[in-house]
């Protein structure tokens, strides 16, 4: 309860207000988002690369997909989501450990959707990619929390 003494700071409204309020969800839905496009764009590119080179390229182009927007999600999640300061290699290794349990997953299902969508499509080298655009939000929905309670717990309490 504010003293007498303590000013009462007005409630913002409007844009404003909804990003002083929720500024951390609202920074964690843009490099989310960010990351979602890069990874699926990184998945894209090396499915197309390997088509033809190695045996079910969709799935090494998953895993190295994965390694690399992992990556690059750890570094707009500390820098602008979290805002955590040192201790990179323990959230690192933390945050492989909460994408990495959603990549698997994700991984595991990816041939029965590829299954499943070469049964629907007619195109069959629009499979996969359609497939992983699938899986794709598996990850997103499990990750914020993941984050937010394991990764980056140490962040600052006020975003």
């Not at 920074?27 to 197309?48: E, K, Q, S, W």
């Not at 201790?87 to 499943?116: C, K, Q």
Request: hydrophobic residues 50%.
């Amino acid at each position: 309860m504010p003293s007498a003494d303590a000013p009462v700071r007005p409630q913002r409204t409007g844009l404003v207000g909804l990003i002083l309020r929720y500024g951390q969800v609202i920074r964690y839905l843009i490099v989310g988002g960010f990351n979602t496009l890069f990874g699926y764009g990184c998945f894209a590119v090396l499915n197309y690369l390997l088509t033809g080179r190695v045996p079910y390229p969709y799935m090494v182009a998953g895993v190295g997909s994965n390694v690399i927007a992992i990556t690059v999600a750890f570094l707009g999640y500390k820098w602008f989501v979290f805002r955590t300061k040192g201790n990179y290699l323990r959230e690192y290794l933390r945050t492989y450990l909460v994408y990495g349990s959603s990549a698997i997953l994700g991984l595991l299902l990816l041939p029965f959707m590829v299954a499943l969508v070469g049964r629907i499509l007619k195109n069959q080298v629009l499979v996969p990619y359609v497939a992983q655009a699938i899986a794709t939000p598996l990850v997103v929905i499990s990750s914020f929390v993941g984050h937010k309670r394991f990764s980056f717990r140490t962040a600052n309490p006020n975003p």
